[in-house]
């Protein structure tokens, strides 16, 4: 099977296959459910991947742990540095504390509250910073440049897509017969992991992204071959709420990702329901 150039994007099937090793020594696989319910209702076999059972309740502690293992002893020492509006914080605060290192998360004003407690009860310092992700974002690069530490990107880098995209790794080995995936995307890096390990390995398996009405950054730059950024964003789903993809994500949706389809608030808020109904689940 042929690798992609990782000269472009930088990640490629063998460097998910080995993330998956190197976070086996410190996460369970998370299972797949089948469900009955909305197998009846879509009337085509649908199966569920549970990462709320993460550490952090979400997949982001994978591309955050991938990101701190692969980082140099030396970098390492010097602690970690992101932007994050929630989950990805958590994600590093999580990598940090098993690593024992420093770990400093910016977060906009705005930021879920519970969420950011989240962080905190990790071990990292909190600093808020603007009313947007992107105000944080770019304080916590200036940051990052004066002090020395490393830093996370919740979204364009290699290490974390190829972290998230252990999902895939697990996928095929409990799903062999897959498809057709469907994704959420926020700035890319779980569809980019996905879509990439899974055409590589299953070329005719379909990836689908589910992007909220209010923040299609990335069905906007897919339709207009190039990346768009948007002047602001409005959707209820804050861990989706990019206003734009990154370089590498891009890339990656443009080569793998088959469609991608808008999701409106209203629909959003059903599912939720749906899934926490059907098979008591909070997602």
């Known amino acids: 099977m042929r690798e992609v150039e990782s000269d472009i994007v930088g990640v490629t099937p063998s460097s998910v296959e080995a993330a998956a090793l190197d976070l086996a020594k410190y996460l369970a696989p998370t299972p797949l459910q089948y469900s009955r319910a909305f197998t009846d209702k879509a009337r085509c076999y649908v199966h569920i991947k549970i990462e709320s059972i993460q550490p952090i309740r979400a ?55 519970l969420k950011v407690e989240a962080i905190r009860r990790l071990g990292a310092e909190v600093v808020p910073a603007g009313r947007n992700y992107n105000d944080a974002y770019l304080e916590a690069i200036r940051h990052q440049e004066q002090g020395g530490a490393t830093f996370v990107h919740a979204f364009d880098d290699p290490d974390v897509v190829a972290g998230q ?84 994500t891009f890339e990656l949706a443009k080569r793998y990702v088959d469609e991608v389809v808008i999701v409106q608030e209203a629909e959003m808020l059903r599912a939720i329901r749906l899934v926490f109904e059907w098979e008591h689940l909070l997602a």
């Open 59 to 113: 997949f982001k502690v994978r591309g955050a742990l991938t990101k701190v293992m692969r980082m140099h002893p030396e970098e390492r020492s010097k602690g970690v540095i992101t932007a994050s509006a929630g989950n990805h914080g958590q994600g590093v605060a999580y990598a940090a504390a098993t690593f024992k290192i420093p770990a400093t998360v910016y977060v906009p004003e705005t930021a879920n509250q």
């Open 165 to 248: 995209g252990t999902i895939a790794v697990e996928l095929l080995r409990d799903l062999e017969d897959v498809d057709t995936v469907l994704v959420p995307i926020g700035g890319g890096g779980l569809i980019g992991g996905i879509s990439l390990y899974l055409k590589e390995k299953r070329p005719h398996v379909k990836v689908i992204g589910a992007e909220p009405a209010g923040a299609d950054g990335m069905h906007r730059s897919l339709k207009a071959g190039r990346i768009v950024t948007l002047e602001r964003v409005n959707t209820i789903a804050d861990g989706l709420a990019a206003s734009a993809p990154g370089k590498l």
